[in-house]
């Protein structure tokens, strides 16, 4: 293992740490919702390679499927016309709203923003974008601007012309909120309104005009948002929020962008995109990870006015809607009907966080657990009524335990103290009740030994 190891160091730029550095896990196989390690121990996957195994590790139609294509054809480039990859676009516009029926396909969640970006800049003759604060939109030189963060960023981030403005997130916010968040478990932050005249609420979405008014240029290009922020730790927004900002931005000249790349495809259980959970019909939509069960896929799909003003010039993606990715995506879309997986994500989910909600109330480290479906954050705290974070050693610890009583979990938020839970949406009721033991145990070892 130690070799395996100083291999990875060897050939790898050190960009990104292993999670389990104690122990690092070394997987070489995975079916459905579980993973081997070159041991040949088993871990059930909560974290689906962040979000992106949608429907289940080598699913066997999905995987006949990219089979049967690697027979046929790998590769043609769209210089011709392939029509399997039309086919591709028109199934996965049908499941958007209108206008928004014109796909672009890429190969990552980060080009497709990036190509969002450009689109909406052309589109509106705008430059500055904004997103909010904790999200997370990609890794390349562009989106990196788009992106939060600071620790995804590199210098050479700066001055893209993007602002990251406010994100109220109601644990750490400053008015707690218990009716806001649209979620079957509330914050433990209470506040002491009525449902339904939710004055925290109010505050949040005056601060968000507030911050927009004072620090957004009169004339913007685009608003990114993601429907629950993902890396940022399940971050659910106040109702109305995402609607208020879309109206800003859209009075600002700006175009309004839902970044699906965690959301999408039935993650959030309710609906098959999380945007659909804030009555609003985003300009574009950009999708990858779910989109193709870990297959390199990503797409942007919007308005014909919007993709005409992006026909002006010369665009082109080698591998944008290869073949391959054509026929994966395409099985992904009938797996997740087939297989239920959206109700899966909203059973399973939701019995996830009413059992995390009873840990939550037994320990004095689990500070919220939040989310909708398979998109679960639980925030872990030194102590409820500071709500200062768990420090990193503490989250490594409870997470190598874990992992060691086998299960795999995320780590997230702006101080690494949210754990995050999305895995891959054919889990069971009694996967969830082996992690809840898991959880519970390791929590309580972990508070013995303080
Ligand atoms: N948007 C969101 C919401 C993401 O979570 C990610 C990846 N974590 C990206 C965009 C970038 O996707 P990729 O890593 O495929 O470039």
Redesign the pocket.
């Given at each position: 293992e130690r070799m395996m190891e100083i291999r990875r160091q060897n050939c790898n730029p050190m960009t990104m740490k292993v999670t389990y550095y104690k122990k690092p896990v070394f997987i070489h196989k995975g079916r459905m919702q579980w993973l081997w390690d070159v041991d040949g121990r088993r871990y059930l996957d909560l974290f689906a390679g962040?979000a992106t195994v949608s429907v289940g590790h080598c699913h066997p139609k999905v995987t006949a499927a990219a089979e049967k294509q690697l027979k046929d054809l790998w590769h043609t480039t769209n210089i011709y016309v392939y029509p399997a990859l039309h086919e591709y676009c028109e199934k996965l516009a049908s499941y958007l709203p209108d206008p928004l029926k014109v796909v672009y396909l890429t190969n990552?969640?980060?080009?497709a923003?990036d190509l969002a970006m450009l689109m909406a800049r052309l589109y509106t003759g705008n430059y500055d974008i904004i997103t909010f604060r904790g999200s997370?939109?990609?890794?390349s030189p562009q989106t990196m601007g788009l992106t939060s963060n600071a620790a995804y960023k590199y210098p050479i981030a700066n001055g893209l012309g993007c602002t990251n403005t406010m994100c109220p997130d109601v644990f750490r916010g400053p008015w707690g909120g218990n009716h806001c968040r649209d979620s079957p478990i509330q914050t433990i932050r209470q506040c002491s309104c009525a449902e339904g005249q939710c004055m925290a609420n109010e505050q949040y979405i005056r601060q968000l005009q507030e911050t927009l008014v004072t620090s957004v240029p009169s004339r913007i290009a685009a608003f990114f948002g993601?429907p629950i922020q993902?890396?940022g730790g399940a971050v659910q927004y106040p109702k109305n929020y995402l609607k208020e900002a879309y109206k800003l931005v859209r009075e600002r000249g700006g175009v309004c962008i839902a970044?699906e790349?965690?959301t999408g495809f039935g993650r959030t259980g309710t609906h098959f995109w999380g945007f659909q959970g804030h009555d609003v019909i985003p300009d574009m939509v950009t999708m990858?990870?779910g989109i193709g069960n870990g297959f390199p896929m990503?797409a942007v799909v919007t308005t014909p006015e919007i993709a005409a003003s992006f026909a002006k010039g010369v665009h082109f993606n080698t591998f944008g809607g290869n073949p391959v990715a054509c026929a994966v995506g395409s099985s992904v879309l009938d797996v997740i009907k087939e297989d239920g997986t959206q109700k899966i994500s909203l059973d399973v989910g939701t019995y996830l966080m009413t059992e995390l909600a009873k840990l939550r109330d037994k320990y004095e480290v689990i500070g919220d657990v939040r989310g909708k479906g398979l998109q679960i954050g639980v925030e872990m705290v030194k102590d409820k009524a500071s709500r200062d974070p768990l420090p990193p050693e503490a989250m490594s610890e409870i997470f190598e335990d874990v992992k060691d009583m086998g299960v795999l979990l995320g780590k997230g938020g702006l101080y690494g103290q949210i754990f995050r839970i999305k895995p891959p949406m054919c889990i069971t009721m009694e996967d969830a009740d082996f992690f809840l033991a898991v959880f519970d145990k390791s929590i309580h070892n972990y508070m013995e030994k303080q």
């Open positions: 962040v990552s969640g980060s080009e923003n997370y939109h990609g890794g993601e993902g890396v970044d790349v965690q990858a990870k990503g």
